[in-house]
């Protein structure tokens, strides 16, 4: 046993400061990162060398707006020595597996009450529209109501209005939870009841409002997450998770996904859905009403997802972006096997 001096101790100084104990923090962060960095170039360089064809298909997914970490799943042992072709047709087919989707014929045969929610933007006046169109069309004008708690934007309820003219629907708004509660009680002879909402940011305190409005309203809502296609993967992602954390104990039933056609990549939204393992409703790619709805066919997203509609590769990353890529989600990669 060593007998220390107790003027050693006092020489071992730790920083108290905040801002001291902020620099060290940010210091070791730093560190990490280049370290994180370097491995995951050694990794990526090994990939290339060892196994040149799963290293062609993780660029290609990188490149398509799957997140590493999905990428790091979809490609986990993958066959050796296999044609780059035969690879992407296996990835086409785990992404099948995994997309979860909803029949919505079942789904609004059986009624109820279904709120639309989602940041701003992201068309769910447009989508209610076409789904009451269809509802109207199968149901009749009688079973089918329209609500809306849009009463910040200028022109939002008018724009409903207009679809709900059209349709032979009425329209109305509410004020609060208690005027929920009391419109879907006087509707409760009508088969479906759909609900707009107003479109506000994630980060915004009235979006807890509103799904609280929704929530207390009517404890039999089913909540719809409309998510556009147009979106970067983080902010869809921070979009599910507000959401769903701001959600009550029923959380989110399905999602709709908007702007499939405006979207170059569509990879970044089925990513997030996998992930967050939320079913697909129904895709939307275009304006039309009601023509521009379609229940979602697997075999068609997992194609899409893989094929980005480029005009050019400009956009695209090169070997070297990869390894800073996949430098955050290095265990993942970690635990594939390579030839």
């Given amino acids: ?11 071992i100084r730790i920083p108290q400061q905040p801002e001291q104990q902020g620099e060290i923090i940010r210091e070791l962060s730093e560190v990490r990162s280049m370290l994180e960095t370097h491995l995951a170039g050694n990794y990526w360089g090994q990939m290339q060398q060892h196994a040149p064809t799963h290293a062609e298909i993780t660029k290609r997914l990188l490149n398509a707006g799957f997140s590493p970490k999905l990428c790091a799943q979809l490609t986990d042992g993958l066959a050796a020595n296999t044609p780059t072709e035969a690879l992407l047709e296996t990835v086409q087919k785990r992404i099948e597996a995994r997309v979860k989707t909803i029949d919505p014929f079942a789904m609004f045969d059986s009624g109820g ?20 169109a269809r509802c109207v069309l199968r149901y ?44 879907v009680r006087e509707l409760a002879r009508r088969k479906i009841i759909l609900l707009d909402t107003a479109g506000v940011s994630q980060r915004d305190v009235m979006m807890l409002e509103q799904l609280r409005l929704i929530g207390d309203g009517c404890k039999e809502v089913r909540r719809i997450l409309v998510l556009s296609a147009t979106t970067s993967l983080r902010t869809l992602e921070e979009v599910i998770q507000a959401h769903r954390k701001a959600s009550d104990e029923s959380g989110i039933f399905a999602s709709v996904i908007t702007k499939v056609d405006e ?7 089925i990513d997030c859905v996998l992930r967050n393992e939320l079913p697909v409703l129904f895709l939307s790619n275009g304006q039309r009403v009601p023509e521009d709805l379609y229940p979602p066919n697997v075999g068609y997203l997992a194609h899409r997802t893989l094929k980005p509609r480029h005009y050019d590769t400009e956009s695209d990353m090169s070997d070297r972006d990869v390894p800073a890529l996949i430098a955050d989600t290095l265990a993942a990669w970690n635990r594939r096997v390579m030839a």
């Fill in 140 to 183: 009749g004008r009688d079973q089918v109501a329209l609500l809306t708690t849009d009463t910040f934007r200028i022109g939002a309820q008018e724009q409903l209005r207009v679809f709900a003219k059209i349709l032979g629907l009425p329209v109305i708004a509410l004020k609060d939870s208690e005027d929920l509660t009391a419109k």
């Fill in 263 to 269: 979207a170059a990549v569509i990879a970044p939204a």
């Fill in 1 to 11: 046993q060593l007998d220390i001096p107790k003027e050693s101790h006092q020489d």
């Fill in 113 to 132: 009450v279904f709120a639309f929610i989602g940041p701003t933007g992201v068309g769910k006046t447009t989508t209610v529209a076409k789904i009451a």
